[in-house]
């Protein structure tokens, strides 16, 4: 398995609380993404890094912020849950320049109640 | 706008059974296509990249083949343990970002 550990794996909170998921890697990867998927929608950008304290939006980044303080660490922020942000999270990296594969973490199942 | 869609949704297979998955894309200037298998409960597995039309990978049972709008997974006598949901995905020249197709699922039967 490619070096990435995602945590917490389950994560059950309220809504209008805030959330953070981490994504943390071995490989000294540039790229660093974080994607959800939910039935029917596949999977779907959130937010991106190229580089540490060098982020960019996806398709779906309204309501989640992120953090790259350190190129091993990839942080996603829900600032106030809702229940529409019920998902599974995944954190993938990828290595330079060019079409490099992505690798993918094991998933953070997160429940908003 | 990039775009990927996968057909069919859901593939039923006796083992030993042949078939094709389909991955249709738009995207302007493809940079690479790749092809994942996720099983449940667990992350993508990355399988292949193709870059070019006509390009061809191989590993075990799978064969992806890659047109200038299409690429398809071969899946040759599966087995029950090729049973999972298949991603296609692209980049494009332009982005760092990947686009995903809703993926197949497919069910091989003993």
């Known amino acids: 398995d490619a070096g990435i550990t995602q945590s917490p794996r389950h994560k059950v909170t309220e809504t209008g609380t805030p959330v953070t998921l981490r994504c943390h890697q071995t490989e000294n990867h540039r790229y660093m993404y974080w994607y959800r998927q939910d039935p029917g929608h596949g999977l779907r950008l959130i937010h991106y890094?190229?580089?540490?304290?060098?982020?960019d939006k996806g398709e779906v980044s309204d309501g989640y912020s992120v953090s790259r303080s350190k190129t091993e660490d990839f942080l996603l922020t829900l600032e106030s849950a809702t229940s529409s942000q019920t998902s599974v999270y995944f954190c993938?990296?990828?290595?330079?320049?060019?079409?490099?594969?992505?690798?993918f973490g094991q998933g953070t199942r997160l429940t908003v109640v | 706008e990039d775009q990927v869609t996968q057909s069919p949704e859901a593939l039923r297979l006796q083992e030993g059974e042949s078939s094709s998955l389909n991955c249709s894309y738009t995207?302007?200037?493809?940079?690479?296509l790749f092809w994942y298998r996720q099983d449940p409960g667990k992350g993508p597995e990355f399988l292949f990249t193709l870059y070019s039309a006509g390009e061809e990978k191989e590993k075990e049972r799978l064969k992806a083949t890659l047109t200038k709008k299409e690429s398809f997974l071969h899946i040759t006598a599966p087995k029950p343990e090729d049973s999972a949901t298949y991603l296609c995905?692209?980049?494009?020249?332009?982005?760092?970002?990947?686009?995903f197709g809703t993926g197949t699922s497919l069910t091989v039967i003993p």
């Open positions: 995905a692209v980049q494009a020249i332009t982005g760092n970002q990947f686009y």
């Open positions: 890094s190229y580089g540490v304290k060098d982020t």
């Open positions: 993938a990296i990828r290595g330079g320049q060019g079409a490099d594969e992505a690798f």
């Open positions: 995207v302007s200037g493809l940079r690479g």
